[in-house]
């Protein structure tokens, strides 16, 4: 299927083209037929038929009247591409210019141009006004049919170049994931919430479970039933038109706007870093932060604006909108009536800016951003992103799957090869700092190296350090360390060698607390040693060399099949203060076991 908005000035034809395009009413409403006026979205559909075969085209049919240019931009923004309609005995008019500064703020550049009641008056001079009008904003080039619906002239040619536009309109995305901007909510006797829209993206089935996205957050609602065109399917493909039948969603729930989501797959955005585009010339100067509304698929959403730089400024809207990379949006000062800008998305998840001249330096950091997702870019501009957030910013999964295999990362996070080594010499630097200044205490915890190294998350650390053919820092132990330790300071090395006298001869017998101070060894300075392996400790006040639990299972094999800790005590020459955590280490350790007597036996 193909969608197809119509768009020109109030009363110059389309409801008419419509209905004689596919002998359907797009006019829902009594009042709309009594005045001959379209005042809201109307919806037909028509099988073509051309060289490829047949193909299906529905047309959302938009209203001219200035009053209802807001309406006409909810049914625009989902689709692809327009059908201009330009009446012959009128020419262009007014709303024949802001619909096409519309089209052209929309991004839809490729359409037909139709000039209609030919049997009124000659076409030639509403073709070259319209061509001309069109042109000025872009749109140059359109294909350009003459028609009469009241006598049928040109309506096949018509139907021939309806059906070479849709041939080359970019292919849908099926495989993508779903978003469907709704253009409609009703309610349906014994079916509940009805909701109809463009389904720009993806797949919806029957009993799928999808995220309602509206000013008032997002809902998961379960899909009981689809349409397609007015007929039941179990599941419906992009680009269509399609009605879903909601469960889990009251009908005052729903609002034009609202949008239809697969579950986890779009971003939250909040603010976006957006490109503006001119209509017919440069980008307007915006001078005031408010004032302005951003229409986004079917959703019109009052703004703030931020300036960047020449044609870059931050949005923040209203509520949170689903936007991804390179989505087109409008934005239109509803008080004058005017289509001020197109927006293309750079960055739907942009980063604070915080200091003096950041809004500068970023508005460089996206002069050569175009709107079309990069992996590689996106990476290198933000450092490190998990991947998943990349997917559901527009990047394909292939192209960061693919980068995934390039780039360290850790636990779903990539981080770009510049990034990484920035991190790392950052983390020489301060594991170097703080070394020097407390060398009894060597290394950086993980939560402090990262925040040294200026990463998101504790496991990239270690990602980047792996860049190395021989890293310099290692994570040992939960902290970032010199991959060569230098060990403890001399004179603690100094004070562990008395120790090793001391218990040469008797190796169970632990150092008193006031051997230990006369040594200067207190809880730092023995912590220094245990880590290099210099001493072992049973308790923070009970110190033996490394050794002592190995000496100590010779000792024992000597006391038979079982043991008290008395008679250990006694036959390492020790105090109970020393046997008592001895053992415990031993049984932790799985050499030896406690017996149902309350004894200890080797294994």
Same mark, same amino acid.
């Given at each position: 299927m193909h969608v197809l908005c119509t768009a020109g000035h109030v009363d110059h034809g389309k409801s008419t083209l419509v209905r004689a395009l596919t002998g359907m009413e $797009? &006019?829902?409403y009594a009042e709309e037929r009594r005045r001959g006026m379209t005042i809201d979205l109307g919806f037909a559909w028509t099988t073509l038929t051309g060289p490829g075969g047949p193909a299906t085209v529905a047309f959302v049919d938009v209203p001219g009247h200035e009053r209802f240019v807001t309406t006409m931009l909810a049914g625009a923004g989902p689709v692809p591409a327009a059908l201009f !309609? !330009? +009446?012959? &005995?009128? *020419?262009?008019? =007014?709303?024949?210019g802001e619909h096409a500064d519309a089209l052209a703020a929309a991004g839809i550049t490729r359409g037909l141009l139709v000039v209609t009641r030919t049997d009124l008056l000659d076409p030639e001079l509403a073709l070259d006004d319209a061509r001309a009008g069109l042109a000025a904003r872009g749109l @140059? @080039?359109? $294909?350009?049919? +003459?028609?009469?619906?009241a006598t049928g002239d040109g309506l096949d040619t018509l139907r021939a170049a309806l059906v070479e536009l849709v041939a080359a309109l970019p292919p849908a995305a099926p495989d993508g994931a779903a978003r469907l901007w709704v253009d409609r909510a009703f309610t349906v006797r014994g079916s509940g919430t009805v909701v109809t829209g463009t389904l720009g993206s993806g797949t919806v089935r029957t009993g799928d479970e999808l995220e309602l996205d509206g000013a008032d957050g997002r809902h998961v609602v379960t899909v009981r039933a689809v349409q397609e065109l007015g007929a039941p399917v179990d599941a419906a493909g992009a680009v269509a038109r399609v009605a879903l039948n909601l469960r889990g969603v009251p009908r005052d729930r729903v609002r034009r *706007? #609202? !949008?239809l989501l697969a579950r986890g797959a779009w971003p939250v955005t909040t603010e976006a870093d957006v490109r503006l585009h001119g209509v %017919? *010339? $440069?980008?307007?100067?915006?001078?005031?932060?408010?004032g302005l509304t951003l229409h986004a698929g079917s959703a019109a959403v009052p703004v703030r604006v931020r300036p960047l730089g020449d044609d870059v400024v931050r949005i923040r809207p209203e509520h949170p909108l689903p936007l991804r990379i390179g989505d087109r949006a !409008? /934005?239109?000062d509803p008080g004058a009536h005017r289509i001020v800008a197109g927006v293309t998305v750079l960055d739907p998840a942009p980063p604070p800016l915080r200091r003096r001249g950041a809004a500068r330096r970023r508005a460089g950091e996206l002069a050569a951003a175009t709107g079309v997702p990069d992996a590689a870019a996106e990476l290198a501009r933000r450092g490190a992103v998990p991947a998943a957030d990349l997917v559901r910013w527009g990047v394909p999964g292939d192209a960061v799957a693919a980068l995934g295999t390039r780039v360290p990362g850790a636990a779903g996070w990539l981080l770009d090869p510049a990034a990484a080594d920035a991190a790392v010499t950052a983390l020489e630097r301060a594991v170097a700092a703080h070394d020097a200044s407390d060398? /009894? #205490? $060597? %290394? /950086?915890?993980?939560?402090a190296a990262r925040r040294e190294a200026g990463l998101p998350d504790a496991g990239l650390v270690e990602a980047a350090l792996a860049r190395a053919a021989e890293p310099r820092l290692v994570v040992r132990d939960g902290r970032v360390r010199p991959a060569a330790d230098a060990g403890p300071p001399e004179h603690v090395l100094a004070a562990a060698a008395a120790l090793r006298a001391d218990l040469a001869?008797? =190796?169970?017998?632990? =150092?008193?607390a006031d051997r230990l101070a006369g040594l200067g060894l207190g809880q730092r300075e023995l912590a220094a040693l245990e880590r290099a392996g210099e001493l072992l400790r049973l308790t923070p006040d009970v110190v033996l060399l490394p050794d002592a639990p190995e000496r100590a299972l010779e000792v024992l094999r000597g006391l038979g099949e079982e043991f008290t800790a008395s008679t250990a005590r006694q036959a390492l020459g020790t105090s109970r203060r020393v046997v008592v955590p001895l053992l415990e280490l031993l049984g932790r350790t799985g050499r030896t076991v406690r017996t149902p007597s309350g004894g200890h036996r080797l294994r």
């Amino acid at each position: 299927m193909h969608v197809l908005c119509t768009a020109g000035h109030v009363d110059h034809g389309k409801s008419t083209l419509v209905r004689a395009l596919t002998g359907m009413e $797009p &006019d829902r409403y009594a009042e709309e037929r009594r005045r001959g006026m379209t005042i809201d979205l109307g919806f037909a559909w028509t099988t073509l038929t051309g060289p490829g075969g047949p193909a299906t085209v529905a047309f959302v049919d938009v209203p001219g009247h200035e009053r209802f240019v807001t309406t006409m931009l909810a049914g625009a923004g989902p689709v692809p591409a327009a059908l201009f !309609v !330009v +009446a012959a &005995d009128e *020419g262009w008019m =007014p709303q024949s210019g802001e619909h096409a500064d519309a089209l052209a703020a929309a991004g839809i550049t490729r359409g037909l141009l139709v000039v209609t009641r030919t049997d009124l008056l000659d076409p030639e001079l509403a073709l070259d006004d319209a061509r001309a009008g069109l042109a000025a904003r872009g749109l @140059g @080039g359109w $294909p350009a049919v +003459a028609v009469s619906a009241a006598t049928g002239d040109g309506l096949d040619t018509l139907r021939a170049a309806l059906v070479e536009l849709v041939a080359a309109l970019p292919p849908a995305a099926p495989d993508g994931a779903a978003r469907l901007w709704v253009d409609r909510a009703f309610t349906v006797r014994g079916s509940g919430t009805v909701v109809t829209g463009t389904l720009g993206s993806g797949t919806v089935r029957t009993g799928d479970e999808l995220e309602l996205d509206g000013a008032d957050g997002r809902h998961v609602v379960t899909v009981r039933a689809v349409q397609e065109l007015g007929a039941p399917v179990d599941a419906a493909g992009a680009v269509a038109r399609v009605a879903l039948n909601l469960r889990g969603v009251p009908r005052d729930r729903v609002r034009r *706007g #609202d !949008v239809l989501l697969a579950r986890g797959a779009w971003p939250v955005t909040t603010e976006a870093d957006v490109r503006l585009h001119g209509v %017919g *010339g $440069p980008p307007p100067e915006l001078t005031s932060p408010t004032g302005l509304t951003l229409h986004a698929g079917s959703a019109a959403v009052p703004v703030r604006v931020r300036p960047l730089g020449d044609d870059v400024v931050r949005i923040r809207p209203e509520h949170p909108l689903p936007l991804r990379i390179g989505d087109r949006a !409008v /934005l239109r000062d509803p008080g004058a009536h005017r289509i001020v800008a197109g927006v293309t998305v750079l960055d739907p998840a942009p980063p604070p800016l915080r200091r003096r001249g950041a809004a500068r330096r970023r508005a460089g950091e996206l002069a050569a951003a175009t709107g079309v997702p990069d992996a590689a870019a996106e990476l290198a501009r933000r450092g490190a992103v998990p991947a998943a957030d990349l997917v559901r910013w527009g990047v394909p999964g292939d192209a960061v799957a693919a980068l995934g295999t390039r780039v360290p990362g850790a636990a779903g996070w990539l981080l770009d090869p510049a990034a990484a080594d920035a991190a790392v010499t950052a983390l020489e630097r301060a594991v170097a700092a703080h070394d020097a200044s407390d060398p /009894l #205490d $060597p %290394g /950086l915890p993980l939560a402090a190296a990262r925040r040294e190294a200026g990463l998101p998350d504790a496991g990239l650390v270690e990602a980047a350090l792996a860049r190395a053919a021989e890293p310099r820092l290692v994570v040992r132990d939960g902290r970032v360390r010199p991959a060569a330790d230098a060990g403890p300071p001399e004179h603690v090395l100094a004070a562990a060698a008395a120790l090793r006298a001391d218990l040469a001869a008797r =190796p169970f017998t632990a =150092p008193e607390a006031d051997r230990l101070a006369g040594l200067g060894l207190g809880q730092r300075e023995l912590a220094a040693l245990e880590r290099a392996g210099e001493l072992l400790r049973l308790t923070p006040d009970v110190v033996l060399l490394p050794d002592a639990p190995e000496r100590a299972l010779e000792v024992l094999r000597g006391l038979g099949e079982e043991f008290t800790a008395s008679t250990a005590r006694q036959a390492l020459g020790t105090s109970r203060r020393v046997v008592v955590p001895l053992l415990e280490l031993l049984g932790r350790t799985g050499r030896t076991v406690r017996t149902p007597s309350g004894g200890h036996r080797l294994r």
